[in-house]
């Protein structure tokens, strides 16, 4: 049941995402913006998100086939409590992305957008968070790894928690630089993430 239940997750994040994108490019909006980061690291670190996305997609439905996968996909600990409270996060990341992709509008982007700026979001989940997608992403990632508690998926969690938070700090700066003032109240008003 656990599988199954991770599966849809998934349909429902790539419908929603995939969705939302052709959305706004057939509205003339290029969501996908990875890439165009100042220096050669944070460049790196977005040019990464997508494949590091897919391969972990891959890695979730390895693991929901048993498909006969190296040492650091065995689970390190099985436990069934786990895994139910993995997966209310994975659905509790889910609401929160649907509530983030509404609330953007059109604003929505994947990288640093330079070129084309959408309007700074400061309603609907945006008033409780800064970050309400990778917030989503982290508690995702979080939900996944307890129902797969295994090293690869820990250490990929490790990694994506700390690359989404470098990329947030960025974001911020240019951010900062686009809305000025607007930005700055924006951020005394609004938590980074719901907790902090």
């Excluded at 309007?119 to 989503?136: A, D, H």
């Excluded at 129902?147 to 690869?152: A, C, D, E, G, M």
Aim: include cysteine; hydrophobic fraction near 55%; aromatic fraction near 16%.
């Amino acid at each position: 049941m656990i599988n199954i239940l991770v599966v849809i997750s998934l349909l429902i994040f790539y419908i929603l995402f995939i969705g939302r994108t052709i959305s706004l490019a057939t509205d003339g909006i290029k969501v996908i913006v990875l890439g165009r980061a100042s220096n050669i690291i944070d460049n790196l670190l977005e040019n990464l998100t997508l494949p590091f996305l897919i391969l972990w997609t891959i890695l979730i439905l390895l693991m929901v086939f048993n498909i006969e996968i190296p040492v650091i996909f065995e689970l390190i600990m099985k436990n069934s409590y786990l895994s139910y409270i993995g997966i209310i996060l994975c659905y509790i990341g889910l609401v929160i992305f649907v509530y983030a992709l509404i609330s953007f509008g059109s604003s929505w982007r994947v990288g640093i957008d330079n070129e084309s700026q959408g309007k700074l979001v400061t309603t609907g989940i945006f008033k409780y968070s800064r970050n309400p997608i990778f917030l989503f992403m982290d508690i995702y990632f979080i939900g996944i790894t307890l129902v797969y508690p295994t090293l690869i998926f820990m250490l990929m969690t490790l990694i994506f928690v700390v690359g989404a938070h470098k990329q947030i700090l960025n974001e911020e700066k240019h951010l900062e630089k686009i809305y000025k003032e607007d930005y700055l109240n924006y951020k005394k008003q609004t938590k980074r993430y719901f907790y902090f």
